[in-house]
């Protein structure tokens, strides 16, 4: 699938910005910006609710970010993917890396870059995973998503009524980190296929009004970048 039918609907993905989180950055995300642990997507305040936007090529299908967590601060993520036929079977993954964390189990389905990365920089990380069975809700962790979504055409939805969008909701999860300190998130489609989905991080309170130093989106896609 081209870069060029990705972006014909990409700005599909910005109304879950109405649904309490702060775009990050604002417009959406792709090519080769923030795709390694070197350059990530930086979340400036971790203890308040971001969303970020991304598409995931062949060329590019890994995201990173950086969150810098207290003791036991729990994370708290959720990704959604429009409802488009053709990514019906995608599956989203997400490794949390730091100090502290346990050792990456060496069977894990984790993209080669990121598992040589955790090894290189003696860390540890923990993965999440999409559940293959995606016919009902009981995967989401979260009870704010468990209110706001519901069982349609045998998928976990969720409705986003401001911009009339649909989603399906496949994942939903939370994680305490052990110790005060900074760490890095990859996200990837499980299965290395192509996706459009909607990263929710990293806690539920809102602030639109706090200045933070914000990036400036360079995908190409209308009313986005430069």
């Known amino acids: 699938m081209s870069i ?19 775009s990050l950055p604002s417009g959406i995300t792709c090519g080769s910006q923030f795709t390694s642990p070197q350059t990530p ?3 400036p305040n971790p203890k308040i609710s971001w969303a970020n936007y991304a598409i995931f090529d062949c060329e590019n299908p890994i995201a990173w970010y950086e969150a810098e967590a207290s003791e036991n601060q729990e994370l708290k993520f959720t990704l959604t993917i429009p409802v488009i036929p053709r990514f019906e079977d995608v599956r989203m993954s997400v490794v949390i890396v730091g100090e502290g964390l346990p050792d990456l189990a060496q069977d894990t389905n984790v993209p080669d870059s990121v598992a040589n990365y955790v090894a290189d ?3 540890g ?3 999440f995973e999409s559940p293959q069975d995606q016919t009902t809700c009981d995967h989401l962790v979260s009870e704010l998503m468990g209110k706001s979504t519901t069982v349609k055409d045998a998928r976990c ?6 911009g009339g969008s649909n989603f399906w909701v496949v994942m939903d999860d939370e ?3 052990p110790k005060s300190g900074t760490y890095k998130i990859a996200i990837y489609e499980t299965n290395a296929s192509t996706a459009k989905a909607a990263l929710a991080c990293c806690d ?6 706090t200045p933070y130093d914000i990036p ?6 209308c009313g986005t970048g430069k």
């Open 157 to 162: 939805h969720f409705y986003e009524p401001f």
């Open 41 to 43: 997507l930086v979340i």
């Open 216 to 221: 400036e989106t360079t995908c190409p896609v």
């Open 204 to 209: 539920f309170p809102e602030d639109f009004l």
């Open 175 to 177: 994680y305490a980190v």
């Open 4 to 22: 060029h039918r990705f972006l014909v609907l990409a700005l599909a993905l910005l109304p879950l910005a109405s649904h309490a989180h702060r």
């Open 121 to 123: 920089k003696g860390m």
């Open 125 to 127: 990380a923990v993965v």
